[in-house]
Every structure is written in structure tokens, then in C-alpha cells.
């Protein structure tokens, strides 16, 4: 289970313990004298809100959800593919697809795959890793002088090939000025490798290079993590309060409030939603939701 998951589960037990509690008012209001009614609307208003948030938040996370499933799937395809690599390169590479784009923290990793096994991937997976190689360099992870000797070399040989080729590159090859196109070529060609490594330093290289990834469906999943990655703060934001008693059922034809239980749920600190977004978990009390012990026990599970 991922840590979406875990949130979205934690979303699930929040909107099941809020809506038990407005039950619960809601009987309460049904009963109560004129002059406390308001602040028992006042309660279900804040309450509602925020369960019908809920509800398209655990939406959007099953949306992702799935649409993560059915990218890993296509990530274990193409991997799949790559018929020259073994079971363990196949699971490396795969690792590297499931990345938007690369750190330096990968270089490890990358200085091992470029060295023994880049040259065994078909074109299709050199423009994958080549991709995620340059759009690392696009937000400024690192520079291209930054890489791995190897990882530069072969980057470098792919560069020529994407530039010679021009039909069907993954680089916006005619946005890079015919100049520097040209001197790339020369110095490569001529076989002087350094200086043909310090012309891709150039910007119109930087901006250009391997800008496309040949599987939208790859794209979408290393994004979708992306995306997910500050859920986790998210989740801790809209869990601030303990839970309460609100679980004892109230009477229908209670006569007094005196009879009713609401020690757990501060209606006096209620404020009137204006709409759902207003109606954070700040300002609605819990009733039997997850403590925050119980909810790092969810994530553990």
C-alpha cells in the first residue's frame, strides 16, 4: 500500500466518523430549544462541508489510483521489451522509467547502467533514459558536466545520433540554432569527445535535448508520484483534533439537553462555512475519528 493509499484510507475514516456524528446532532437539533438551535447548525454546516471535500478528495486519490496501476503496467511492458537485458536490468530500468526526471542521488545507479548495459537498450529505451537525463539538467539538478563520465559519453553519442537523425528525435532538433547544431557535429565527428560534451552545456541544448518520453502513459506515472509525494503533509493538516464521545446514540424524544452528550464536540467554537473549502477540519469537531497514534498506525499497516 503507498502512502496515497494509506492517506486515502485515513480520508475514508474521517468522513465515516463525520457523518455518524451529524447523524448524531441532527437528532439532537430535532430535540433541542429554539435558542441552542443555531449552534447546532451552525456544527452542520461546518460538517457538511467538509464531508462533501472529503468525498471528492477520496475521489481524485481512486482516480489516481487507478491511473497509476494502469502506468506501472505500461512501465512493466516496456521493460518487458527490452529483450536484450536480464530480469534484474529489466527491473532497474523499470525503476529508472517510474522517474520523472533524474537527481544526483541517481548517479550511482546510472554510472552502473550506462557502463553495463546502455548500449544493450533498443533506441525507443536510450530516448527514454535520455529524456529523464536532460530534464533533470532542465530543473537545474545538476549540469551536464555534472554526470558520471560515462553517463556523459554515451548521453553524448546519443546526442549525435538524435541530431543526425532529425526525423522522428525526441529533441526539438530545429529549435536548436543550426550553429550549434553544426559545432556539435564537427567536434563529434572529428573525434574531439570534451569539446563536443561543452557544446551541449549550451542553452539551446539544455532547453532542446530529449524534451519528449516515447510512452505518454510512462510520463503520466512518474507525475502522478510527483504529485503525490506532499499528500502526507496534506493528511497530517486535516487530523488536528482527538477523538471524542460523539459516538453515543442520542434519544429521539430526549427532553433536556442535559440528556445529550456532546463533551467531545466544541459547538461553541463553530464558525459558519461559506462553502466547502471554508469547512477545514480546524473548525469541525471529531467524533470517533483516528487519533494521530492511530493514524501512524494506519500508515503502518
Do not use: C
Amino acid at each position: 500500500m503507498t502512502e496515497s493509499d494509506n492517506d486515502s484510507k485515513l480520508d475514508e475514516l474521517e468522513r465515516d466518523s463525520l457523518m455518524k456524528a451529524i447523524s448524531e446532532v441532527e437528532t439532537a437539533k430535532s430535540v433541542s430549544t429554539p435558542g441552542t438551535r443555531s449552534v447546532f447548525e451552525n456544527f452542520l454546516q461546518n460538517a457538511k462541508g467538509r464531508v462533501a471535500a472529503l468525498e471528492k478528495k477520496i475521489e481524485q486519490s481512486k482516480g489516481e489510483h487507478e491511473a497509476r496501476k494502469q502506468a506501472e503496467v505500461a512501465i512493466a511492458a516496456l521493460a518487458e521489451k527490452e529483450a536484450a537485458l536480464s530480469a534484474s536490468e529489466k527491473a532497474t530500468y523499470s525503476g529508472f522509467l517510474g522517474k520523472e526526471f533524474f537527481t544526483k542521488q541517481d548517479f550511482g545507479s546510472l554510472e552502473k547502467f550506462y557502463a553495463q548495459t546502455w548500449d544493450r537498450l533498443s533506441e525507443s529505451g536510450k530516448s527514454e533514459m535520455s529524456h529523464r537525463i536532460w530534464e533533470g539538467i532542465r530543473r537545474d539538478e545538476y549540469k551536464f558536466k555534472d554526470l558520471p563520465k560515462v553517463v556523459r559519453e554515451k548521453e553524448t553519442e546519443w546526442a549525435y545520433t538524435e541530431l543526425k537523425k532529425r526525423d522522428g528525435s525526441s529533441s526539438r532538433v530545429d529549435a536548436i540554432p543550426e550553429t550549434d547544431r553544426k559545432d556539435f557535429i564537427r567536434a563529434y565527428e572529428s573525434g574531439s569527445r570534451e569539446e563536443a560534451e561543452k557544446i551541449l552545456e549550451r542553452e539551446s541544448f539544455r532547453k532542446n535535448m530529449s524534451v519528449s518520453t516515447a510512452s505518454k502513459e510512462v510520463a503520466d506515472v512518474a507525475a502522478n508520484r510527483g504529485k503525490n509525494s506532499d499528500r502526507g503533509k496534506l493528511a497530517e493538516n486535516v487530523r488536528s483534533q482527538p477523538a471524542g464521545k460523539a459516538e453515543q446514540k442520542v434519544s429521539p424524544d430526549a427532553a433536556s439537553m442535559g440528556e445529550l452528550d456532546f463533551s467531545s464536540i466544541n459547538l461553541g467554537d463553530m464558525k459558519v462555512a461559506d462553502n466547502e473549502s471554508a469547512a477545514s477540519s480546524a473548525s469541525i469537531p471529531r467524533a470517533d475519528g483516528p487519533t494521530a497514534s492511530e493514524g501512524k498506525s494506519v500508515r503502518s499497516s
